[in-house]
């Protein structure tokens, strides 16, 4: 018992005194067991491949006669809206599978091994840049099944693609938090629905915004999700770099700033 007793210790001292080196190395490994359960439980993956078909679909064909007279010209509007709903929408997954491994007690193995104490967290966030990517795509790909031709050209669909990934990682950052302080994996997954749900639809991703009410237009004008819609759609649709784009990352950076610290803590306080 006493011998288990210093093993125990040498290994939190070693945790504890990791290099960055270390710990990254620690983190990629980590990712890389996140993309193996992708492998081996594929079902993981219907929300990213499933969602982007189906949604593209029913809200071209719903909602483009009605909005612009037809498919062909709603087209360069509900794509870059479906692309950024689907994408933000599938950072959920990172704080319901997260609370899903810490309910099981997969970090309290992770507990007993000599690693970097932030790698099972980082590693899941960085696994789940492939759910991003993927579900990217998948919805360019839709678009351009259906009929949509970027003339932004294909730099900056990728530019705008890259943006989508990188502002859902930031907001995964948020379900994150969610995911270390909730008790349970559906109580995670209810809060994060009550927070996207009004953001992703009193949004411009699907209709006009001076469609709307006067004083629904002040709060979709100001939501987060209309302008990174509107960034996509300018990169995507004519190549303009502007300043939505500007205006994404900046809260993309703000919501890093502030819940990964706070993530980060409250995990430590766990692991």
């Given amino acids: 018992m006493k011998n288990a007793a210093v093993m125990t210790g040498s290994d939190r001292t070693l945790k504890k005194s990791v290099s960055f080196g270390q710990a990254f190395a620690n983190s990629m490994t980590m990712a890389y067991r996140g993309i193996l359960k992708i492998r081996h439980t594929p079902e993981q993956l219907f929300d990213v491949t499933l969602q982007p078909i189906i949604f593209t679909l029913m809200f071209t064909y719903i909602f483009g006669g009605a909005i612009s007279g037809d498919v062909q010209h709603y087209l360069p509007v509900i794509i870059p809206g479906i692309l950024v709903q689907t994408v933000i929408s599938t950072s959920v997954v990172t704080g319901v599978q997260l609370r899903e491994d810490m309910d099981k007690g997969v970090f309290d193995r992770f507990k007993s091994l000599p690693i970097a104490r932030i790698a099972p967290l980082a590693g899941a966030l960085l696994a789940d840049s492939i759910r991003y990517t993927i579900a990217t795509v998948l919805t360019f790909t839709m678009g351009y099944i259906l009929g949509y031709r970027p003339e932004g050209g294909l730099l900056s669909v990728a530019i705008a693609a890259l943006l989508v990934i990188v502002c859902s990682w930031a907001v995964s950052w948020i379900f994150a938090f969610f995911g270390v ?51 996509v759609r300018e990169l995507a649709n004519t190549g303009v770099i502007g300043g939505e784009l500007a205006i994404s990352l900046f809260g993309a950076a703000v919501i890093v700033a502030i819940f990964a610290p706070l993530t980060v803590r409250a995990y430590m306080r766990k692991a």
């Avoid at 909730?182 to 949004?203: D, E, K």
């Fill in 181 to 231: 302080i909730a008790r349970t994996a559906s109580s995670v997954q209810g809060i994060s629905m009550i927070v996207l749900f009004p953001l992703t639809f009193v949004s411009n991703a699907f209709v006009p915004v001076d469609t709307m009410p006067g004083w629904l237009q002040w709060f979709v004008n100001v939501n987060p999700i209309s302008h990174l819609v509107n960034a």
